[in-house]
Every structure is written in structure tokens, then in C-alpha cells.
């Protein structure tokens, strides 16, 4: 199948694919065709100038555009005819009268073109087998000999116009490799539309997939990002806390160990003011055990704790003094009285 010359269509240049396909060869461009287009308008127009130049019917040839070709790139079955002429081909009208009281079988044909809509395409026998050689196919189809026949009815049935291809075709490769074997088509080629259609549906597929795995995993980033903030935020939270919970706990630790120590020395002074304090050398020993426990500093802060409150109950009774000595109707008096009549004695 590889030998098998089969151009592809490129715009509306069907005829000259037609005749390359047919040919099995670059053997026509689109400037070859479009010489010998000119050519027959040229042809044309002199003999419609033969009828004189001031007749309007060579007035509205003049007007109207070429019949042979147009600016899209078809041209006309004239095209064709003449460019085969050059190899010397001849095209004849397969469903005319003239080919149908022939009663060939096209199996023993060589090659036909078909028309339809200004397409031009061929079906050509290579070796023992015929192909169709469509440049809208993305590859040669291989078609039987049973099926040949049933593809012409139905092309002629849709509308084709089909012609017969009389002469001696060009050598070629895939004539030469084809004439001593037969090759087998597992899977049949599309068209050029459908092939470009699912290629393109395939392609907006692996697009919409890749742009929706990008958004999922996008998705995710963000999500893993606000995760790894949210933790992180959490984390500062939970730091914080710990570290407040950490103060909070050190500050009653504080206050539990100034309490104990006020109650320590409130009870060292109760002692002391009730004479429960026993001295000598158990007593000794107490305190010696007691400040064996302690920090020279903790020492230093009871004592000074000791000694503020000793100043504070000092200042306390100060007043409380005075007004026993100078206040009327004390439990003083009358030693006062005794005492300022002293002197008058």
C-alpha cells in the first residue's frame, strides 16, 4: 500500500489530484492546468469572434467568466480531457449509449474518474486489484472485484458522472510490485473531514481534560496552602496558649509558694507572740533543717517579709497607744488624775 501514489486534497485542486492519483505521479501542478484552461478560453473566444466582434453573443462571452476554471482551482472535464490527451488517454462517458451497447464488464477496465459537485476523484487497477484513489480519503481504499461493479451503480445513483479511462497508463511502482502479489486493507481509510473532526474532538478532549486536571490540582495547591496556614495559624495559637497557660501556672506557683511562706511566717509569729516557741536546741535544730530546704534568697525575702510586717504592727499600734493615754473615759484615768495631784500636795 505504501507504493501506492495518493495525493491528499489541498483546497479545490480535486482535478489535478484526480490526474496525479490516475497518473500515479506529480505530474500536473495547478499553473499546467491553468495553460491549458487559457488555452481553451483562448479557443473559445475565437470562435465566438468568428461571428462578429460587435454581436452581443460575443459581447456577453466576454462578460461571463471561464467556463474551464474558476479562482478556487477547479477546472473543467475539457481540462482533464486535454491534459490526458498529452499521454495519450482518452476519457469516454461510461453511462453514454455508445459504452453501454459495448457491454464491457468494468472489471476489465483499467481506470475511471468520477465527478460529482466539481469533485474530481479516480478509481484505478493496480495489479489485480482496483483502489479507490479519492484525495478526500486519507489513504487508498482497496475495493473488490465483486464490489466494484455495486460501487459504480451507486455512484451513479447519488449523481457522479463517470468516465472510462482508454489508453496505455504511464508505468509505475505500485504496478510493477502489485502485478505478483495481492495486498490485504484491514481497516478502511476516513475521510480527510472525519479524520481531522475526531482529531480535533480529541484534541478539545485532551485540552479539556488537561485544563480540568490543572484546575483539580490547582484546586489542591490552594487547598493544601490554606491547609498548611491554617495549621500554621493553629500552631501559633496553640504556642500562644501554651505559653499563657505556662504563665498563668508560674504565676500560682508564685502566689501558692507567697502564701505558704506568709502562713509560714504568720504561724513563726503566732509562735513567738504566744511564747510557743521553745528554746534551745530542738528549736535549733527545726530551723536549721528549715533553712537547709531554702535559698539564701528565699531566706533574704521572708525576712524582709517578717520584718515589713513587723513595721506595719508597729505603725498600727501607734495610734492605738495614743488613744488610750489621751482619750476620755479610758481604763487610764484615774491614774492620770492621781498624777496631776501630785504637785498640790
Request: with cysteine; charged share 25%; glycine share 8%.
Amino acid at each position: 500500500m505504501d507504493s501506492i501514489f495518493h495525493e491528499k486534497q489541498e483546497g479545490s485542486l480535486c482535478a489535478q489530484h484526480c490526474l496525479n492519483n490516475l497518473l500515479q505521479g506529480e505530474y500536473f501542478t495547478p499553473v499546467d492546468l491553468s495553460s491549458i484552461a487559457h488555452q481553451l478560453d483562448e479557443e473559445e473566444r475565437m470562435r465566438m469572434a468568428e461571428g462578429g466582434l460587435a454581436s452581443e453573443e460575443y459581447r456577453t462571452f466576454l462578460q461571463q467568466p471561464s467556463g474551464n476554471m474558476d479562482d478556487s482551482g477547479f477546472f473543467s472535464i475539457q481540462v482533464i480531457s486535454n491534459a490526458l490527451r498529452v499521454w495519450g488517454l482518452e476519457i469516454i462517458l461510461f453511462n453514454s449509449r455508445e459504452y453501454q451497447r459495448l457491454m464491457i464488464n468494468p472489471i476489465n477496465e483499467k481506470a475511471f474518474i468520477c465527478n460529482y459537485k466539481e469533485h474530481w476523484f479516480t478509481i484505478r487497477k493496480l495489479g489485480q486489484q482496483w483502489f479507490n484513489l479519492n484525495s478526500l480519503l486519507t489513504g487508498p481504499e482497496l475495493i473488490s472485484d465483486t464490489y466494484l461493479a455495486l460501487f459504480l451503480a451507486q455512484l451513479q445513483q447519488e449523481g457522479y458522472s463517470i468516465f472510462v479511462i482508454r489508453g496505455n497508463l504511464p508505468e509505475c511502482e505500485a504496478e510493477q510490485i502489485l502485478a505478483f502479489m495481492r495486498v490485504q486493507q484491514q481497516q478502511r481509510p476516513r475521510l480527510i473531514g472525519e479524520e481531522e473532526a475526531q482529531t480535533s474532538a480529541g484534541r478539545s478532549a485532551a485540552l479539556a481534560q488537561t485544563e480540568m486536571g490543572l484546575g483539580v490540582d490547582e484546586e489542591v495547591v490552594e487547598e493544601d496552602e490554606e491547609l498548611k496556614r491554617a495549621l500554621a495559624l493553629s500552631r501559633q495559637d496553640i504556642d500562644v496558649e501554651d505559653e499563657e497557660a505556662d504563665l498563668r501556672r508560674a504565676i500560682q506557683l508564685s502566689m501558692q509558694g507567697a502564701v505558704k511562706s506568709n502562713k509560714s511566717s504568720d504561724s513563726t509569729m503566732d509562735n513567738v507572740r504566744t511564747g510557743s516557741v521553745v528554746a534551745g536546741s530542738a528549736s535549733g535544730g527545726q530551723r536549721e533543717a528549715q533553712n537547709d530546704t531554702l535559698t539564701a534568697e528565699e531566706l533574704r525575702k521572708r525576712r524582709q517579709a517578717y520584718f515589713d510586717r513587723q513595721q506595719q504592727q508597729a505603725q498600727q499600734n501607734i495610734p492605738q497607744q495614743s488613744e488610750s493615754t489621751g482619750g476620755p473615759g479610758s481604763a487610764h484615768s484615774g491614774g492620770g488624775d492621781q498624777q496631776q495631784q501630785k504637785p498640790s500636795q
